[in-house]
């Protein structure tokens, strides 16, 4: 059973335009959502984060969007970059993130044109 | 060094074989977790340690899995009678275990069972 689904597969944006990722999830428990971008030969590394309290968390070109009642969240990237193609997981965790194994979408592939 | 730190970052051994992959988590960080990542998928879950204790190894696909903390800090999973389906990247992650504190993760080793 899947308990994080991440849409869509792949995506492809043209420079300056707005990267959008979606995912959904099904344990109610589930209260920390961090979203990582992974390089190809790296490791996860985490973009930002949200908790179920707030609708909406932005750090600089990254925000992130959250229904609680939806059990959905999404990750918005404005003014897409070169830079920023890379693969996008979403993630959550029910305690918080440092005490209890994270749960990964499959993730979204992304590349930004040129 | 400041990151979580993985060796080797590539290990091939033969079908039946036993390894052993080696995480030096990020110095003062309690909680530590594997992963296992298959190719073009996201990271699945393995197991969390918090100090020496191991607290949740319920993602562990088989008995032929087995990890170890013995002193709190470096960790070392080990795989006993290699299958071509343990092929993945292994990925370890640390985390001081604080609310909101994120995990971070090393740049994994690439597992290759001929």
């Known amino acids: 059973q899947q308990q994080v689904k991440q849409s869509p597969q792949s995506l492809i944006v043209q420079k300056g335009g707005i990267s959008i990722i979606n995912c959904a999830y099904e344990?109610?428990?589930?209260?920390?959502f961090p979203w990582y971008q992974q390089f190809p030969g790296k490791g996860p590394a985490l973009l930002i984060a949200?908790?179920?309290?707030?609708s909406e968390k932005k750090e600089g070109r990254f925000t992130i969007s959250f229904n609680k009642s939806a059990k959905q969240f999404s990750l918005h990237i404005m003014d897409s970059q070169p830079g920023d193609s890379a693969t996008y997981f979403c993630?959550?965790?029910?305690?918080?993130?440092?005490?209890?194994?994270?749960?990964f979408g499959k993730g979204t592939h992304l590349i930004i044109q040129p | 060094g400041a990151g979580v730190s993985q060796s080797p970052r590539y290990k091939v051994a033969k079908r039946g074989q036993d390894v052993a992959l080696r995480c030096d988590p990020i110095?003062?960080?309690?909680?530590l977790f594997w992963y296992q990542q298959a190719l073009g998928q996201g990271p699945e879950f393995l197991t969390y340690?918090?100090?020496?204790?191991?607290?949740?190894k319920s993602g562990l696909p088989s008995d032929r899995f087995f990890a170890e903390r013995p002193e709190g800090s470096v960790s070392t999973l080990k795989i006993q009678r290699t299958q071509q389906e343990d092929s993945a990247v292994y990925l370890c992650?640390?985390?001081?275990?604080?609310?909101?504190?994120?995990?971070?993760f090393g740049d994994g080793t690439r597992l290759s069972i001929l």
């Open positions: 992650a640390s985390s001081s275990r604080e609310t909101d504190q994120p995990q971070h």
């Open positions: 344990n109610t428990a589930f209260d920390y």
């Open positions: 949200i908790r179920p309290d707030v």
């Open positions: 993630a959550a965790s029910s305690s918080g993130g440092g005490a209890d194994g994270l749960t």
């Open positions: 110095s003062g960080h309690v909680s």
């Open positions: 340690f918090q100090n020496e204790a191991q607290l949740d």
